[in-house]
């Protein structure tokens, strides 16, 4: 490994700890209030945490934005976090319609997945035709990466970003899906799954396979 290289994994498992911790003490602050913890808000943090991160790393032209992508006449579905470049067709304080030639890149920000996220609920017999490892592979990130990749140039990749994955499935499994539901992907943290925590002697890994790493150098390449 290179000498750079070597910086880029210790800081994308510097950065993943970090992550980690602002996320779960913010969801563990707010779940102190006497309403509990809200879907809706949970997901806000999320993603302000992952947009804070992205424009940390990402070169002073480009703006970072939840909102949608315009194409020929059509809105895409919401998008978390859409990197952008030029002058939006409508933008506000933390929204922006973004025209498809501006766009660089779209985030897909969640606080957990699992197994029934990555791989799909336990198909039926008459899904079995379709189903991967016995089961029904059109999950919502499935689904909605396809949805939003019609509104993207070849170019522009779809991120998944993810504070937590927990899947009892082999890394290489997990990994090969998480290659069909997205083009780019920054794990935070895996859950090591039970039957592995003897061998491993730890119940987390940061940084899963490099991918917070790689998205620190594809973001401070972009052009």
Same mark, same amino acid.
């Given at each position: 490994?290179? @000498?750079?290289?070597?910086? /880029? ?17 913010? *969801?563990?602050?707010?779940? %102190?209030?006497?309403?509990?913890? &809200? ?13 804070? /991160?992205? =424009?940390?790393?990402?070169?002073? =032209? ?56 990555? /791989?799909?609920? %336990? ?15 059109q999950t919502g990130l499935?689904?909605?990466?396809? @949805? ?8 522009i990749p779809y991120v ?6 927990? &899947? ?19 794990? %935070? ?25 790689? *998205?620190?150098?594809? *973001?401070?390449?972009?052009?």
């Amino acid at each position: 490994m290179s @000498k750079l290289n070597e910086f /880029f994994s210790n800081l994308g498992a510097a950065k993943s700890r970090e992550l980690y911790e602002k996320y779960y003490t913010l *969801l563990d602050f707010y779940g %102190i209030s006497e309403e509990g913890r &809200s879907k809706l808000v949970s997901g806000r943090i999320g993603e302000a945490i992952a947009k804070d /991160f992205v =424009k940390e790393f990402l070169p002073a =032209k480009f703006k970072v934005k939840s909102g949608l992508i315009y194409d020929k006449g059509k809105l895409s579905p919401q998008i978390d976090a859409i990197i952008f470049q030029n002058i939006p067709l409508l933008e506000y304080t933390d929204i922006a319609i973004v025209e498809t030639k501006d766009a660089k890149g779209v985030f897909e920000v969640k606080g957990w997945i699992a197994e029934n996220d990555i /791989f799909g609920r %336990i198909a039926t017999s008459k899904e079995t035709a379709i189903a991967i490892k016995g089961r029904n592979p059109q999950t919502g990130l499935f689904e909605h990466y396809n @949805k939003v990749k019609k509104f993207l140039s070849h170019e522009i990749p779809y991120v998944l970003f993810t504070f937590s994955l927990s &899947s009892a499935s082999s890394d290489n499994e997990v990994i090969n899906r998480l290659k069909q539901i997205s083009d780019m992907y920054a794990i %935070i943290s895996r859950v090591v799954p039970r039957h592995q925590r003897k061998i491993m002697q730890k119940d987390t890994i940061y940084n899963f396979n490099e991918s917070l790493s790689e *998205l620190i150098k594809w *973001l401070r390449n972009l052009q």
